[in-house]
Structures are given as structure tokens and as C-alpha cells.
């Protein structure tokens, strides 16, 4: 089949001298259409007339000689014309790719009668050549996507790509066939009405895949220093692979014309351009692959003068990956033991980031970190409960989305798959696979292969589903690496923690990690015998200052929108609050109160905005900062607050049966493996539904108590507070037992 596609193309270029039928397929156009098939200018003949055989040959001229051009339009001429000749040895390849192949034998002809084609030094107006593809996709009802594509990449044509030489006369560069090819179909095209709807697709596709392979070549193959790298090669070699499906693709459409005009039926199937289609989409993911390795690892020295086209082609490789990220996501789902279980690690609540201008140290430090070539493969934040390490983690997760990072996993004591290490590597191959294009084959043919790697062991779901498909696109040059993010390693089970810093301490060149933890004996001992493969960035050394600075910043956000929301609520003037409220000494109490952890700033803001909590605004706050709630520890300021309160509400003499409560029911809560609803505890407990409530509402500025029934979870450091006697303590005095 090839060689009669080979063949007719070869016809094509020489014009009508042996199958003068495919030119002469225009007979049933109409008239306005074949008008301008024909149109000659003063300088110029019918850009598709075919050259007299006793015509001497007239060698190929050059257009911009022939058009009067001003210096502007001069420089742009010469921009294209060395464009022009970078792109001509990856279209010569392209060709030779194609001649190689098995049916590709009499391609070398095509490449020989090349030099002797001549039809005039005119050239189809670009605006009427897209005008014509746009009306035919309108025409066969080619919409949506492809379209939009289209769309976007019009305005760009002329500065990148070599339309300039629909005229395949008017040089003989190779790039210049496939526009001289496409401007005869899309004016020529008589096949059947399916036949006819998956050219002009292919055509679209072959439109904006040489466009993005033009672009691709100026921004990372034009430099005479990248064509070394190794990311530059492969680059290389996907876009020649690219451009000859192109030729494919056209060749076969040709022979179809051909065909058609011949009279001649069942000549070819439907499913002969729907493969050579998915040929095509096939070759322009793998440039997409291929270009966004280049992306992450290479910078183009020339990235200011084409800052748009590079945008245009991550939006465009950004809807593409869309697309696929659906249809991966169901070949992934044996990753999964829980179909929600990768939803804790990768959608966060908008409240549960660092806020605006806070940490931006810490953060800075880690962003330089991930940027750095040679820095080392681990980075450990080590920093005691409460203190904003998990805010931090899913402040970079969302940072470096789109950009480097490759998953994400937050351990979580007592909260099921989140509590170990066995799903670890599954889910961040789960992520691993959509964050990542380039690796994401790689890993669906691990997971098919077999099927029940996630119940394997945690050294062999590394292995097999991660640490191999990366070993395959890995690449010495690599500048920036593809970045995990482990949250709380102290939170997962002990047996499992060493496991997973000696996998993680061994990763491919083409990993980075960053750790964060509490400054646990066992974590701590492992990174002091591992120094030069980790930077450590302890938030305990965080100067004072940035970190009152910051807590600072956040609760002035909070309290700015608290005061919004209650004034919204408040129709009478004189009920609202003022905007200064609650003045700076009050303020600054509730600051001291906090520092140095973020999580009792947070608290207290739960605490202020608690509706179980009875009483005004300033006597919750009043009650928050007073002085004589003496505390013995930070986690103290945080929690005894709050606990006080179910003693507060307490009679004296019903204390005992108020403490004897908090500790049969609260006291489950801190020590169960795992989490329960509050209906189960009910049932563990066999005490009234009631009465888990009445201890748990008041509670749950600290408890986290989903609405929907699920499992009560401990706030973040809440098993850092020593629960005692004195844990109900007021000023009025001890609870009794």
C-alpha cells in the first residue's frame, strides 16, 4: 500500500507528467474553487500547472526576490528562511524514514524529481489556505478541541512554520511539500463523505503538528549547544518520526485522490486513515512527551523572543493531557485498593495552604532546593508537632504542580492506608503517572503486566512501578528533577518508617524528595548517618521574629474576615464590630498566646468562630488570653482552653461525672487504632449516642467531626498534650475525682 501512497506523491511532484488524473480530479469542483486553484498573478504561473515536457526547466525562485519588501518584512523573510533551512535535514530524515521502511522503496525518486518541479513563483495566501481548512472541517463537522486548536494556532503560522512555501516551486526545501500537498487536497478532495471527514481531520492534525514541531525545534534544537544533550536528541528523533506520519498520512490521502479520480471504488477503508490517524495523535503525544522533558530539564537561551509560542504549546500540551488523563486514570485504578484513596493526598481544602507572604523562608529554601542540579536527593523538615509542616508540604505539592512534582502521600495515624507504607508507592505512581506524561506509559504496562502489584511489598511496588519506568526516560543532563512529597513519615508505622526512608534514600537520579517529620529518635538517627544525601531545613530554627511575623499576618487575615462576615450578618450598626476589633493590646495577647505554633493560632480562631460556643466574641477571646489560664507547655495554650470549657459548664458537684465522661470517651478517641464515627463509638463504648456527642461538640475547634458521619479524628498535635487530673482545671479551682 505504501508504495502506490510513494508513488502518487511522486506524481504530484512532478506535476501531471505520468498521472495527469490526480490533477485533473478538480473537474467536479466548483467554479469559484477551481478559480482559485488557477489564479496568476503578474510574476507568477498557476501554482499547480504541470510543466510541458519540451518546457526547458526554469531552476526554483526565490519569493521574497519577487515582492518588494520593506526591512521589517525583510528581517522577517530572513527569520523564516533560516528557519526554513534548520528545519530542511529533520524533513530529509523524515523522508528517508519513510523510504526505509518496509513498503517505502521508491521514496528515493520522489527526493530525486524534487529539484525538477517548477510551476511559477506564486503562493496561496496563507489566510486562504487556513480558510479553506476551516471551511471543510465545518463542512464534515469537525468541531470542539480540534477546532479551538486550530484556532489558536493560525495567528502563529506565518512567524514559525514554512506555509510561506505552499509554492513547492518556489524552493526546493522538503518542508515545503506538505503545505503544497495540503493546499491540493483540501482543493481537490472528492472522496466519499467518511473517507472524506478523516482526511480533513488529518490534515488538521498534520496543520498543527508541524506547527508544534517547528516551535519545538526553534525553542530547544536551534541552539548549537543543545544538539549534544541527550533530551535535545530525543527530541529530535520524535519530531522526525512526527514528520513522517505526516508524510504517511498525506501519501495515503493522495492515493486516494488518485483513486477517486480514476473512478475506482472500495479503493481504500475507513479503517485505513483511522489508523494512520491514530498515528499521528500517537506521534504527537510522543512529541509532547519529548517536549516536556526538554521543558523541565533544558532552558532555551532564546526564550524571551518566542515567551508566546512557548506558552501556546504548554496550553496546548496541557488540553491534550487532559484527554489522556481520563483514559489513564482507568487503566490505573488497580493502583488503587480504595477508589478514594488517592484523594486525601492530592485535593486539599483552599483554608489548608500557607497564606500569602507567611513562611516564605522555609519556602524559598525548598523551591531553590528543588531547582538546584547538584543538591542532594533528600530534603527532611524535621519540626515538632503543630508547628505547620503539613501546610508547608501541601503549600509546595500545589506549588510545584504542573511544573516538577511527581505525587504526594501525607501519613496520617490511625486514618486506614494513610497510618502505613503499603500503598505509599502505589498511590505516587497513581500521581506519578497524570503528573508526569513522559513516565506514564511506562507505568500502565507495569500495572497491566500485573495486575496485583499494589498488594506486592513496598520494595517491589517501588521497583516495578516506579523506579523502573523512571530509570526509562531518566536522563545525566536532567536539571530539574521530578520532586515527591512524603508528609508526617512520624505518623506512619513504625515498622514501616525505616523501610521507607532506606527505598527513598536509594532513588534514581531523576527523584527528589522532600520529607517532613517530627524530630522522631528513629528518623533523626537515620539522616545522621545519611548527611550528604540530604538537606535538612529544621523549622525550629526559624528565627522568632519570622515566626511571630507570620502568625501575625495570619491572624490578622482571619480576624479581618471574621469581623466581614459578622458585620454582613448584622443589620443594626450598632451591633457590628469595629474594624479595629479586637484592638492591638488584645490582639497582641492573642499572638503571644500562639507563638511559636501555627496550629494555636488556628485553634483559637475555631474557638472565636465556634457557634456550640455560647457567649460573645470578646468573652471567648477574653477567656482564650487571660492570664491566669496558666499553661506548662505550647500544646497547654492550645488545648486547656478548650477542655476547660466542659468544665466550666458543669455544676461543682457534677465535676467528677463531667471528667469521668471526658476520659471514658475523649480518652478512646486519643488511643484508638483507628478512627470511629460517632455511632460506632457509641456502640464500643455502649454508652447513648448523646452522650459521644454532648463530649464531643465541644470539642471540635480540636476534633475534626465530619458532618457526613464518618470517623472523629484527632486535630493535628492534639496526642501531644499530657492529659492529667489537672486537665480540667479552672481558676474556681480543681475538678474533683
Same mark, same amino acid.
Given at each position: 500500500?505504501?508504495?502506490? =501512497? ?10 501531471? =507528467? ?104 506564486? +503562493? ?107 533530551? $535535545? ?48 495523535? +500517537? ?45 489513564? +486514570? ?66 509546595? $505539592?500545589?506549588?510545584?504542580?504542573? =511544573? ?43 500495572? =497491566? ?38 508528609? $508526617? ?158 468544665? +466550666? ?89
Amino acid at each position: 500500500m505504501l508504495q502506490r =501512497q510513494l508513488r502518487t506523491l511522486k506524481a504530484f511532484q512532478q506535476g501531471s =507528467q505520468r498521472y495527469p488524473e490526480v490533477c485533473s480530479a478538480s473537474v467536479s469542483l466548483p467554479l469559484d474553487r477551481v478559480s482559485r486553484r488557477t489564479e496568476t498573478t503578474e510574476n507568477a504561473a498557476p501554482v499547480l500547472r504541470p510543466q510541458p515536457q519540451d518546457e526547458p526547466e526554469i531552476q526554483p525562485t526565490i519569493i521574497s526576490q519577487t515582492i518588494p519588501t520593506d526591512s521589517s518584512v525583510s528581517d522577517n523573510d530572513d527569520t523564516l528562511r533560516k528557519h526554513q533551512e534548520e528545519l530542511r535535514p529533520l524533513w530529509k530524515e523524515a523522508i528517508q524514514k519513510v523510504e526505509d521502511s518496509r513498503d517505502g522503496g521508491k521514496l528515493n525518486e520522489v527526493l530525486q524529481n524534487q529539484k525538477q518541479i517548477n510551476t511559477g513563483d506564486s +503562493k496561496e495566501e496563507l489566510t486562504n489556505l487556513l480558510s479553506e481548512l476551516e471551511g471543510e472541517m465545518e463542512r464534515v463537522g469537525l468541531k470542539g478541541k480540534m477546532a479551538d486548536a486550530i484556532g489558536k494556532v493560525v495567528p502563529h503560522l506565518n512567524r514559525i512554520a514554512i506555509v510561506g512555501d505552499v509554492a513547492v516551486s518556489a524552493n526546493p526545501n522538503p518542508a515545503a511539500l506538505p503545505w503544497a500537498v495540503v493546499r491540493f487536497l483540501l482543493l481537490s478532495i472528492t472522496a466519499g463523505e467518511d473517507i472524506r471527514a478523516k482526511i480533513v481531520e488529518g490534515i488538521a492534525e498534520i496543520v498543527i503538528l508541524v506547527f508544534e514541531c517547528s516551535v519545538y525545534q526553534e525553542l530547544y534544537l536551534a541552539a548549537e549547544a543543545a544538539k549534544s544533550l541527550s533530551t $535535545a536528541k530525543s527530541l529530535r528523533k520524535v519530531v522526525v518520526e512526527a514528520l513522517s506520519q505526516c508524510i504517511r498520512f498525506l501519501a495515503l490521502a493522495l492515493c486516494e485522490q488518485r483513486a477517486v479520480a480514476k473512478a475506482l471504488t472500495g479503493a481504500f477503508r475507513l479503517e485505513d486513515f483511522s489508523g494512520y490517524l491514530k498515528d499521528l495523535q +500517537k506521534a504527537k503525544l510522543q512529541l509532547h512527551d519529548a517536549g516536556l522533558l526538554c521543558e523541565m530539564y533544558h532552558r532555551s537561551q532564546d526564550r524571551d523572543l518566542l515567551e508566546d509560542l512557548h506558552k501556546l504549546i504548554i496550553d496546548m500540551r496541557n488540553g491534550s493531557n487532559q484527554r489522556l488523563e481520563q483514559e489513564a +486514570k482507568s487503566k490505573l485504578k488497580d493502583l488503587l485498593i480504595d477508589p478514594t484513596d488517592a484523594s486525601d493526598h492530592i485535593y486539599h481544602p483552599d483554608n489548608s495552604y500557607c497564606l500569602e507572604g507567611t513562611r516564605q523562608t522555609v519556602l524559598q529554601d525548598i523551591y531553590s532546593w528543588t531547582e538546584e542540579a547538584g543538591s542532594p536527593t533528600i530534603c527532611w523538615l524535621p519540626g515538632p508537632a503543630g508547628s505547620g509542616k503539613s501546610t508547608i508540604s501541601r503549600t509546595v $505539592a500545589r506549588d510545584l504542580k504542573g =511544573q516538577c512534582l511527581g505525587g504526594c502521600f501525607f501519613f496520617k495515624k490511625g486514618a486506614g492506608n494513610r497510618a502505613n507504607g503499603r500503598t505509599l508507592f502505589s498511590i505516587i505512581a497513581y500521581q506519578l503517572a497524570l503528573n508526569f506524561p513522559p513516565v506514564r506509559q511506562h507505568i500502565i504496562d507495569a500495572v =497491566q503486566e500485573d495486575p496485583s502489584s499494589v498488594m506486592r511489598s513496598m520494595d517491589d511496588q517501588w521497583r516495578t512501578l516506579v523506579r523502573e519506568p523512571l530509570d526509562k526516560v531518566q536522563d545525566k543532563e536532567i536539571m530539574r528533577k521530578v520532586v515527591l512529597v512524603v508528609d $508526617a513519615l512520624d505518623e506512619c508505622e513504625e515498622d514501616d518508617q525505616q523501610c521507607v526512608l532506606a527505598i527513598l534514600t536509594n532513588c534514581p537520579d531523576v527523584l527528589k524528595v522532600f520529607i517532613t517529620s517530627r524530630p522522631e529518635f528513629d528518623i533523626v538517627s537515620h539522616f545522621a548517618y545519611q548527611q550528604r544525601l540530604h538537606k535538612e531545613l529544621a523549622l525550629h530554627r526559624v528565627k522568632m521574629g519570622e515566626i511571630e511575623s507570620d502568625i501575625t499576618s495570619f491572624l490578622k487575615h482571619h480576624i479581618k474576615d471574621l469581623i466581614s462576615k459578622y458585620n454582613g450578618c448584622s443589620s443594626q450598626k450598632n451591633l457590628r464590630l469595629s474594624n479595629d476589633w479586637p484592638g492591638s493590646k488584645r490582639f497582641q495577647a492573642l499572638v503571644k498566646r500562639s507563638v511559636p505554633l501555627f496550629i494555636a493560632a488556628a485553634t483559637f480562631i475555631r474557638m472565636i468562630k465556634d457557634v456550640s460556643w455560647t457567649g460573645s466574641l470578646d468573652s471567648k477571646l477574653d477567656f482564650i488570653i487571660k492570664e491566669d489560664n496558666h499553661v506548662g507547655s505550647p500544646y497547654e495554650a492550645i488545648y486547656k482552653p478548650v477542655l476547660n470549657l466542659i468544665a +466550666k459548664g458543669a455544676p461543682d458537684e457534677a465535676r467528677g461525672t463531667a471528667h469521668d465522661g471526658f476520659t471514658h470517651i475523649i480518652g478512646s478517641v486519643v488511643l484508638l487504632a483507628s478512627p470511629l464515627s460517632i455511632v460506632s463509638l457509641a456502640v464500643l463504648l455502649d454508652v447513648e449516642i448523646h452522650d459521644v456527642t454532648g463530649q464531643v461538640n465541644p470539642l471540635r475547634s480540636v476534633l475534626e467531626v465530619p458532618r457526613d458521619g464518618g470517623p472523629i479524628k484527632l486535630g493535628q498535635s492534639l496526642d501531644s498534650f499530657e492529659f492529667g487530673k489537672e486537665m480540667l482545671e479552672t481558676p474556681e479551682g480543681r475538678a474533683e475525682t
